[in-house]
């Protein structure tokens, strides 16, 4: 199984694992399991940094160097990803606006994943590919 962390999973994962559910960790540890990580984190993670590095500490370039260190694999933005964002359920019906949440599930979607997350409202897009841990 293929599973694709959210942001904040993929910096807990790195930076203070306590942070991450046992029921998670256990998946994670599952020689069953590719733990994988998308480019879009760490664009994300980067945009974040430079708009609130007291806040927000964790450069794209760490964070892709640490989760090579821990055998996660990087997942890079392909065409029929950003396809996939057309099958997605719109802001109207979601309440929800973060296009790299989006682009996550999108990616998950399209690859066949389990997409992790800690962010109980991207589950109003009903994808069978999100799940809240």
């Given at each position: ?5 959210d942001t ?19 998946l ?7 733990v ?22 964790y ?5 892709s160097?640490y989760?090579q260190?821990s055998d996660y ?6 065409p ?14 979601t ?20 997409f992790?997350?800690?962010d ?12 809240y841990?």
């Open positions: 199984m293929r599973v694709l962390m904040h999973f993929l910096v807990w994962a790195i930076y203070d694992d306590s942070k991450i559910p046992a029921e998670l960790m256990d994670l540890a599952d020689d069953n399991v590719t994988e990580y998308s480019i879009v984190s760490l664009w994300e993670s980067e945009i974040k940094h430079r708009k609130h590095p007291d806040k927000f500490d450069r794209a370039s760490d964070l160097y989760a260190l694999c990087q997942l890079d933005l392909a029929d990803h950003i396809y996939a964002l057309s099958g997605l359920k719109d802001e109207k019906e309440g929800h606006k973060d296009p790299f949440d989006k682009m996550l599930i999108a990616q998950a979607r399209s690859e066949n994943m389990l992790v997350t800690h109980k409202r991207l589950l109003a897009y009903n994808e069978p590919c999100v799940r841990f």
